[in-house]
């Protein structure tokens, strides 16, 4: 899913509503949560997998191996506790950025051949002149297009 301004957001979910009979309760529900998720301040973390005190997490060998046997109920090992710790980070990636196109600095991340900078410290986006503190800064931006991670998505409650 395109991030979209809270705006588009209401127009599809009134086209959805009229579509698929949706109670008027769920359609003001979704509205609100998508409210609440744009307003959220910027932080590294949603650009990128970090551990809880700010390091860029490399995603582990053999990750996809180990996270089938962890859906299957097996955790075992040191490595398993890596594993682990990189899965809850990803959980709370919410743009979708190929991991081969960042470009790791000391203050800050880069992406998309270095038009969008992150700070390390604030979670600030920098590009084209501009910058963003919310969620909501990126997604009323005609010239930024993102899309959301499924745990996103599901923060949003779609």
């Given at each position: 899913m395109k991030l979209i301004s809270m705006?588009?957001?209401v127009q599809q979910q009134k086209v959805g509503?009229?579509?698929?009979?949706?109670?008027l309760e769920d359609y003001i529900r979704s509205i609100e949560k998508y409210a609440m998720f744009l307003?959220?301040?910027l932080t590294l973390a949603m650009f990128v997998s970090v551990d809880e005190t700010g390091n860029i997490l490399e995603k582990p060998?053999?990750?996809?191996?180990w996270l089938s046997e962890y859906n299957r109920g097996f955790n075992h090992d040191f490595e398993a506790l890596i594993q682990n710790e990189f899965r809850k980070a990803k959980e709370k990636v919410l743009f979708e950025i190929p991991r081969d196109n960042i470009e790791v600095h000391e203050d800050a991340i880069m992406f998309n051949d270095n038009r969008f900078i992150v700070s390390r410290k604030t979670g600030k986006l920098m590009y084209f002149k501009k910058t963003a503190?919310?969620?909501e800064d990126i997604a009323n931006d005609p010239d930024v297009k993102f899309y959301l991670t499924p745990s996103a998505i599901k923060q949003i409650g779609l």
């Open positions: 705006t588009e957001f509503r009229s579509e698929n009979y949706t109670p307003r959220q301040p060998v053999h990750y996809e191996e503190s919310t969620i």
